[in-house]
């Protein structure tokens, strides 16, 4: 199996993942599961970073969607629980780094009831924002919990705190950050003038340095959950991301 495109984990962090599962997991009683534990994580790291249908995954798994469904459902805590203390700790993983955000989007579909809290404008469609924070490496630091997807980014930027968090700390951003601490590249002068040539120079280094946090949203939006659709609850949508994020740190070795 390609772990990169299919479970987003190679065989040793698959098994590292599932012995760590078997050890939180209580035994079970009466009949014996349909599919063992390591099918069952790879079934649902395959949801995951697939974003593939129920359907389809009971096809390539020989097993009922409502097996897939329950699998799923029974399995995504039990990662979230045994990943998470590779979570980086904020603001200790900041201190000392030049840290770049970023805002990305998360595609959700036409909900009821949310069409003008989640349309976004920019994007011509429905979905949530999150900011994600990295260092100049593209290694993954943070990731916002979910906001709705009209709210621009530096307001999504304030809304989990970031702002104050952020304070003492040198951070790259695009001009959607206007009005916050963050360095972003030198405007245009009014009248539609043209940058000097120090100006032109510093905003290509500035972008060449921001390139590593698209690297890094680039690699979570891997998991194509986030990417190319969600289609669970909306009020599940906070938990999986987090859930994806700290499965990410565990790749990263964090």
């Not at 040793?12 to 050890?23: C, F, G, H, K, N």
């Not at 003492?168 to 009005?179: E, F, I, K, N, S």
């Not at 340095?209 to 979570?220: G, N, Q, T």
Request: proline content about 7%; glycine content about 8%; overall charge positive.
């Amino acid at each position: 199996m390609r772990y990169h495109s299919t479970t987003g984990l190679d065989d040793d962090l698959t098994e590292e993942l599932v012995s760590r599962i078997a050890q939180v997991t209580p035994p079970r009683k009466g009949r014996r599961p349909i599919m063992g534990l390591y099918r069952s994580v790879q079934l649902t790291l395959t949801l995951l970073r697939t974003n593939i249908t129920q359907a389809l995954a009971a096809e390539l798994f020989d097993v009922s969607q409502p097996t897939v469904s329950r699998t799923v459902r029974r399995i995504v805590p039990l990662i979230g629980q045994v990943t998470c203390l590779h979570t980086p700790p904020l603001p200790e993983a900041l201190h000392g780094r030049l840290v770049l955000v970023d805002g990305t989007f998360i595609p959700t579909g036409r909900r009821a009831g949310m069409k003008k809290q989640n349309f976004s404008g920019k994007h011509r469609r429905q979905g949530v924002s999150v900011q994600v924070l990295s260092d100049t490496d593209g290694c993954l630091l943070a990731v916002s919990p979910p906001c709705p997807g009209r709210i621009n980014d530096y307001t999504a930027l304030r809304q989990p705190g970031w702002e104050t968090l952020l304070e003492d700390t040198a951070v790259l951003g695009d001009p959607a950050y206007r009005g916050s601490k963050v360095i972003m590249p030198a405007r245009r002068a009014h009248g539609g003038g043209e940058h000097s040539p120090t100006d032109e120079q510093a905003n290509r280094e500035h972008s060449a340095i921001r390139a590593a946090v698209e690297h890094a949203i680039a690699h979570l939006k891997q998991w194509k959950i986030l990417a190319t659709g969600y289609r669970g609850r909306l009020t599940e949508l906070p938990a999986i991301l987090r859930i994806i994020t700290t499965l990410e740190y565990f790749r990263l070795g964090w």
